[in-house]
């Protein structure tokens, strides 16, 4: 793709109003845009690597039998009052509910348990339909007065939830520890350490859930952990303080702040009793389905990427969801870059060119704010050669482009 | 993908309240679930048919120069007041709006035209900043009482809109011409003839605008075309009767229902003028944004997929867009169906393989229900050969392989 052709360009200066660092500098290198406090479109950089976080999480989730649909967002109340969450008042604080002008009650989705128990009801008759396993990727609503993290906490964002049904509490929780072990897994290839942290159900299920937090000083959550085993929990539910001995090791517990990236909930069996959704056992018994969700937010995974790898200059993207693989700068050789473009693009690179006729500093500045990890610039300075640099590194090398190719797989 | 592990199977009987063929067809073979009237779920199979026609268009939209991005569903009211349609009557029967607990004002997205202008408010200060071409795929909203027509008109729906920005009214037009011409190329690749249609600016503008109909009997819209050349108007702007002779040519002009699948609108100036966006031109004047937009919606082509390609015994897709390349039935020969299944999917194709222990009619019931364009079965009776049925095919074929294989292709 050619810079010129982009929408937007960079902007030079943060917008008015920002607070928080993903923001400024999301916002500044043209990947979202702010509609209102908490509701941002994803640009076309945005889009990318939101696209790739979602690929990767498609990818680890489909190995696991688990299958991809597409569910409403505006939910009636009726199925919203059989689980009994409707006239909640902490629901009722965050869901976005209303009368259209017929006077039906609506709410817009906050998570889809409700949605998929009804999908079950019509589709599950006995223990041969189970396990069911099944995932969207979709627009959450949450009602945020004060939305002032950016991407990372917003009134609208993008949820992949992944729910699963099954016949017993064993196979739930056969499942669960798979998701378990696999989340970390989907982090690590976006670029992302996560620590796996007990935490409470909230509104969810009185059974302890598990959140997926990435250490950061801006996160909203605390989290205290064990500095030589796996043992972290969240401040809601840990009885100690910091410094305490670990209650499983001779380890010792740390605090730090930090972003929840995902999260897992064993709910057990009452979705489905309130919900009178039951299957028929090999006896012939009506049995409540043992049920679990799963969440991650890709959009919020893009603000978290935003908070943990930056520098002065801007952005510094992983490899695996940059917006781009490489970005190619030519000063004054213009046909020169062209044929890198090509041959790039041949062997499978994405390749944003910055095609300008503006400043080598101002290039260079797009280049370093954007954060794609490989910048290549073809001048009078490099001769037949190109220098190739990585966004987190200071130095650079002159290469051929057989040199370049070879890097970059 | 094994059939005994697709979520959900196939209902034998249509859902009570389902009036149109679609409803009835789509959600019988599992690809969509109806949550109130007017929304549905994209089941497993119905996401995959969604995901293709989004890919055809994603395509041929990119070509032109168009960039993928995601804007927000949830829309402060101040935005909409700017353009002036959030008060008026027929746009307050349509669109959702309501007041959070705050006492702030929302609407649901039914397009996206304010949020455009606002997005170019930002990013498009001179006339080197123009033209913008951008698209996204997302949620639409529509309060539509009575939603009868299954998939075809609903409360909550898919669509793909693109907008573009120019500096003057004749490369607004050059661009729209474009559209115009690749709209029927995206159909056609999805297995749909349109006829093009003019046909009145609704809520959107005082000029002309351009319909892409589909001929089918049970279409909410009637449309007078000619039988020799491509005149053809809806009949809300026609003037005239079946029988006229064409305006253009000495052609006749006929009338039939159909169904809209896609529309463009040459918005002109209004927007710009009254969100107030402009661009310097070359002498330093201020202008106005010369604005258009593009409808498609992916989830109405499913619909009407289902409308027009259909037998007594099910649904019949169209090649580029049906959810698997190939339906494969074993009848006692599962070895044989596992190798096949192995070696049709490392060539690339999408095997649906039915491994179920039911009678062999009800396999191909299911096989014809579904409506993937190529069957194969592998039994006693085909010997080392495996029967190749296409869908909308009475007779079959016994091939080996290699030569389904190349069949195929």
Not at 76 to 99: H, L, N
Request: net charge neutral.
């Amino acid at each position: 793709m050619r810079y010129s052709g982009l929408f937007p360009k960079t902007l030079k200066t943060a917008p008015s109003g920002a607070e928080s660092l993903n923001h400024k500098l999301l916002v500044r290198a043209g990947y979202i845009d702010q509609l209102m406090a908490g509701s941002f479109t994803l640009l076309p950089l945005g889009f990318r690597v939101v696209e790739k976080i979602k690929e990767i999480i498609r990818e680890e989730l489909n190995k696991t039998g688990a299958q991809e649909l597409l569910m409403p967002l505006l939910h009636p109340r009726d199925i919203w009052d059989q689980s009994g969450r409707w006239s909640k008042p902490e629901v009722r604080k965050i869901m976005y509910q209303f009368k259209d002008i017929h006077d039906k009650e609506f709410g817009l989705s906050f998570t889809h348990e409700e949605i998929v128990m009804d999908l079950l009801s019509k589709f599950i008759q006995s223990y041969k339909d189970l396990p069911v396993k099944v995932y969207h990727f979709s627009t959450k609503f949450r009602n945020e007065p004060r939305a002032k993290s950016g991407i990372l906490r917003g009134r609208e964002f993008m949820m992949k939830d992944l729910y699963s049904a099954h016949t017993t509490e064993e196979d739930m929780y056969l499942y669960y520890n798979q998701i378990k072990d696999i989340y970390p897994k989907i982090f690590k290839r976006i670029g992302l350490e996560v620590k796996v942290v007990e935490a409470s159900g909230g509104v969810f299920t009185p059974s302890h859930s598990h959140e997926f937090q990435v250490l950061c000083r801006v996160g909203e959550d605390t989290i205290f952990y064990c500095d030589k085993c796996d043992f972290a929990q969240n401040k809601e539910i840990f009885q100690g303080q910091e410094g305490s001995k670990c209650p499983n090791c001779d380890g010792k517990i740390l605090t730090a702040k930090s972003i929840e990236v995902g999260n897992i909930f064993p709910l057990g069996t009452d979705f489905s009793i309130n919900q009178k959704v039951f299957y028929t056992d090999a006896n012939g018994k009506q049995n409540p389905i043992w049920f679990a969700s799963y969440g991650i937010g890709p959009t919020r995974v893009l603000g978290t990427l935003a908070e943990v790898f930056n520098d002065e200059n801007g952005l510094i993207f992983p490899k695996s969801v940059a917006p781009f693989d490489v970005h190619l700068i030519s000063l004054s050789k213009t046909e020169e870059a062209k044929k890198i473009e090509e041959e790039l693009e041949k062997n499978g690179f994405e390749v944003l060119y910055d095609d300008r006729e503006v400043t080598a500093g101002e290039k260079f500045a797009t280049a370093d704010l954007i954060g794609i990890p490989v910048r290549l610039v073809v001048s009078e300075k490099t001769g037949g050669k190109i220098e190739f640099k990585q966004r987190n590194k200071k130095e650079s090398q002159l290469l051929t482009l057989e040199e370049v190719l070879e890097k970059l797989k």
